[in-house]
């Protein structure tokens, strides 16, 4: 064989020789009239003919015996016939399972010479006296004598095996993170079953299915209560006849009346009877407050304000609410605009040829806090032809 294919750390080539006519080189052929035959041949027999045919010419080879393997020991085979004892059998002890926890049997290790299988009884620091009084005391020990390092009886103890070890993932499986991670797991587990109509929120209750249908319910409940609690805004007219009425007690007592040309300036009390229409309600309509500002039609300077406080009116019906007024204005002079038009729409009537006072001008804007909406609501009209509420005297500044 070519060198260049050996190996020198294999054994088959550069090491450990083998008794193994395979593990050699092949002899260089032979004469072409000799017959091949089995050498030591395990398969065919050490006597029995080879079955190669006689009339080939090729090098006769070693066939598998006993040297082609490493020597694996005995290779005779066991003798399993009952009533025959094999030579090589030893013979074995009974095995004594209580004999660990009666101290009986051999126990101690025989190595390094030491053959010991006595019983040794471990001596107790306070011995129990026989007589059953009291516990008998140790005798002091002498000073300067030597004492033994290994009393001379030693009770060996059976103590249990330890478990096994901890494992890292059974650590991290005790730990808060991987609780929490656990916790919301099974949550995302549970929420793809309730998503897929597997579970309910509540054990079998409230599906997917379910839910969507109690929702449409309850909003088609919710809805239909909205339509008949939610208060409408109501709409507000002005008498036409008498937009501006006189004051009527207590409230004209706390406001007096004056009008004066330096400072200019005027003060009086009056009312305002706003009609309101709440047929759009199916509940009684209450308001937190219904607030009146009158601003002068020509200067648009205000010129009196007033407020209802909290009043409750019925549904489905046209309440009169009376708004009362504090008409106050202050000037620089009498030459003001706003002060002239107020002035003489309150002047006495016998201070004109024909007895009529022009009427007054204003916009009248209301602010309305209704009970169960939120922010204000406002509306406002315009009035052309309103009377004062008061009549001033004929010798009136």
């Known amino acids: 064989m070519d060198y260049d294919r050996k190996s020198a750390v294999s054994s088959f080539y550069g090491g450990r020789r083998s008794a193994d006519a395979l593990n050699n080189d092949f002899p260089p052929p032979g004469p072409p009239g000799r017959t091949r035959a089995d050498s030591a041949s395990s398969f065919y027999g050490a006597d029995r003919a080879s079955r190669v045919n006689a009339f080939d010419g090729a090098t006769p080879t070693a066939g598998y015996n006993h040297g082609s393997y490493f020597d694996a020991g005995r290779t005779e085979p066991v003798n399993f016939k009952s009533g025959v004892v094999d030579e090589e059998a030893q013979a074995e002890s009974a095995w004594d399972v209580y004999a660990d926890f009666n101290n ?43 004492e033994p390092a290994t009393p001379g009886n030693v009770e060996m103890v059976t103590v249990p095996a330890l478990g096994p070890e901890w494992k890292a993932d059974e650590l991290r499986n005790m730990s ?38 109690f929702i449409f319910g309850l909003c088609a409940a919710i809805a239909l209560v909205l339509v008949f609690t939610i208060p409408r805004v109501p709409g507000f007219s002005v008498n036409s006849l008498q937009p501006l009425s006189p004051a009527t007690k207590p409230f004209n007592e706390s406001i ?54 909290k009043l409750t009116v019925p549904a489905k019906q046209l309440p009169v609410v009376t708004l009362p007024l504090n008409f106050s204005y202050i000037a620089t002079n009498d030459s003001d605009q706003t002060w002239s038009n107020w002035y003489n729409g309150c ?5 004109y040829t024909d007895n009529k006072r022009p009427p007054v001008q204003f916009r009248l804007i209301i602010d309305m806090h209704i009970e169960g909406l939120i922010g204000k609501r406002s509306t406002s009209t315009d009035v052309t032809d309103a009377d004062c509420p008061i009549e001033l005297p004929l010798n009136s500044v």
């Open 104 to 146: 009986a049997g051999p126990r101690y290790s025989t190595a390094f010479g030491i053959a010991d299988n006595g019983y040794r009884q471990v001596p107790s620091p306070t011995p129990y006296s026989h007589d059953g009084s009291s516990y008998a005391k140790l005798p002091a020990p002498s000073v300067g004598a030597e």
């Open 347 to 351: 002047r006495n009537k016998a201070a």
């Open 176 to 213: 808060k993170k991987m609780k929490r991670e656990e916790k919301m797991e099974e949550v995302a587990t549970k929420w793809k079953q309730w998503k897929r109509g597997q579970r309910g929120l509540c054990g079998k209750w409230f599906t997917k299915r379910f839910l969507a249908w």
């Open 256 to 309: 007096p009346v004056e009008f004066s040309r330096a400072p200019a300036n005027f003060s009086f009390p009056g009312e305002m009877q706003l009609q309101a229409d709440t047929g759009g309600n199916f509940l009684p309509l209450t308001f937190n407050n219904i607030h009146g500002t009158i601003y002068d039609l020509q200067t648009t300077r205000q010129v009196a304000q007033g407020d209802t406080g």
